[in-house]
C-alpha cells in the first residue's frame, strides 16, 4: 500500500494560492492603511509645529514693536515738556525710533499686525508732526503773554508818570 494520490489536488492547490494571494492582498492593506495612520499625524504635527513656531516668531517681534512703540511714545509725550536746548536731540530720537519701527521690525504681508504697524507707525509720524507744532505755538503763546505783560508794565509806567503829572 503506497501513498494514494489525493483526486482533487489540482483544485486544493489552486484554492490554497487564492487564499495565500488574498490573504496577502488584505495583509498589505491593513499594513499600509496602519502605516498611514501613524505617518498622517506625524506629518501634521510637524506641520502644526512649524506653524506655531512662526506664530509665537511673529508675536515676539510685535512685542518687542510695542516696546519700542512706547518708547517712542514717551519721547514724542516729551515734546512739549522739555527745554528747547534738547529739543533737536530728542528729535532726532524721536525721527530714529520711528524709523526704527517701520524698518526693524518686519512682520510678513497678510498678518493681520503688519497693516496695523503700519498704521500706528503712520500715526505717530502725525502725532509727532503735531506735537512740534503745538510746542512751537506754545513758545509764541509764551512770547505773546510775554509781550501783554510787557505793554501793561509800560501802561502801568506811563500811568503813574501821567498820575505824578496831574499831582503837580
Not at 487564492?18 to 501634521?44: A, D, G, N
Request: with cysteine; proline share 2%; hydrophobic share 40%.
Amino acid at each position: 500500500m503506497g501513498i494514494q494520490q489525493v483526486l482533487n489536488s489540482r483544485d486544493r492547490n489552486q484554492a490554497f494560492f487564492k487564499f495565500l494571494l488574498f490573504f496577502t492582498i488584505t495583509t498589505v492593506l491593513i499594513v499600509i492603511s496602519i502605516f498611514f495612520s501613524f505617518r498622517m499625524p506625524l506629518k501634521e504635527n510637524r506641520e502644526l509645529r512649524e506653524e506655531l513656531k512662526q506664530k509665537k516668531n511673529i508675536e515676539a517681534e510685535q512685542q518687542k514693536f510695542v516696546k519700542k512703540m512706547d518708547e517712542v511714545i514717551v519721547l514724542i509725550d516729551s515734546i512739549r515738556k522739555r527745554p528747547e536746548q534738547a529739543g533737536k536731540i530728542a528729535d532726532m530720537k524721536i525721527d530714529n525710533g520711528i524709523k526704527g519701527l517701520n524698518s526693524n521690525f518686519s512682520v510678513p504681508k497678510g498678518i493681520p499686525y503688519a497693516r496695523l504697524n503700519e498704521v500706528i507707525v503712520r500715526n505717530l509720524d502725525e502725532i509727532t508732526d503735531m506735537q512740534k507744532a503745538l510746542a512751537r505755538k506754545d513758545d509764541e503763546l509764551q512770547k505773546e503773554k510775554q509781550a501783554v505783560s510787557d505793554c501793561r508794565q509800560e501802561l502801568d509806567r506811563i500811568k503813574q508818570d501821567l498820575d505824578n503829572i496831574y499831582k503837580r
